[in-house]
């Protein structure tokens, strides 16, 4: 996906993928950074890095009516009145919020 | 001359290609008013059987077929054809769960027209599969009482991410001292509100409610909107 954003600016090269990773997403930063190494050697992404920035669960309280940060996935309640919520407003991100990316000097972005 | 970084804004999905797929697969199910539920589950929790015994319960009353998603063999679509309904095998190699593009693959060919329930068995994996969309209406949790009554705090992201939960082999659990209670707040702290029915596909106990469930939602699916 970064490669075609690339492709389609041309002639640039990116060097780092900022992504949002909620906790709920499914995928373990670790495993995510492994995979990534792996999934660019021998592409023009070789050397970029991947820049995860990890989303907390937010859940919105049928109480309070606030959103809220959930204490533990494992127990999906407002962490100020307890009134278990499986309103997720945040936190199953797994997104490519951004690029950056390195212009040669012949071709500006 | 030297080059100036720079950071592009982008805001796309990793997932989108299987997002996109998911969407096109629920407008394909929409129209002819089919009822799609998807299974999940660790593997050896009795997700086959337990298919085997709804279709072949509710094929008494609905049309219904199955897609069967399995690492290497094909000894589940050979199981569950035993149930009369049609069912088409997907085998994913060493891949850990379906995709939304694999059960597009695997409808070709497929009248939806002739259908009211479509099940979708994942394969036998409670991590990688909460993560991919298939289209579904449903998707259902399968817990036995053999794996205990932990498995919910152990893996909370699948079972936040299912809309019904079924705790399987219930014959089971005086053998081994399966605590329902338990199990049952467990189910709730990782999703509240969630519906949890408790059943013995062997026996066939407590087939009858959640099957009761099923059909409900598929009258509620072809019921228009009241405006």
Partial sequence: ?109 | MGSQPRLVEVRKNVLKQNDLAARALREQFRAPGVFVVSLVSSPGSGKTMFLEKTLTLLRQSHRVAALVGDLATENDAIRLARSQAPVKQITTGTLCHLEAAMVQNALKGWDLNQLDFLFIENVGNLVCPSSYDLGENLRLVLLSVTEGEDKPLKYPTIFNSADIAVVTKMDLAPAVEFDWHCAYGNIQAVRPGMPVFKLSARTGDGMDEYLSFLTARLDELRTPAAT
């Fill in chain 1, 1 to 109: 996906m970064a490669q075609e954003e690339a492709e389609q600016r041309g002639g640039v090269q990116i060097t780092a993928v900022h992504l949002k990773l909620g906790t709920l997403s499914g995928v373990v930063k670790e495993a995510l950074q492994s995979a990534y190494e792996m999934a660019c050697y021998d592409t023009p992404l070789q050397g970029s890095r991947l820049i995860v920035e990890e989303v907390a669960v937010v859940v919105l309280c049928p109480t309070c009516h606030r959103q809220r940060p959930l204490s533990s996935i494992q127990l999906f309640c407002c962490p100020e009145c307890g009134t278990p919520t499986s309103e997720v407003v945040q936190g199953k991100e797994l997104e490519v919020v951004a690029l950056e990316i390195e212009a040669w000097a012949h071709n500006p972005v």
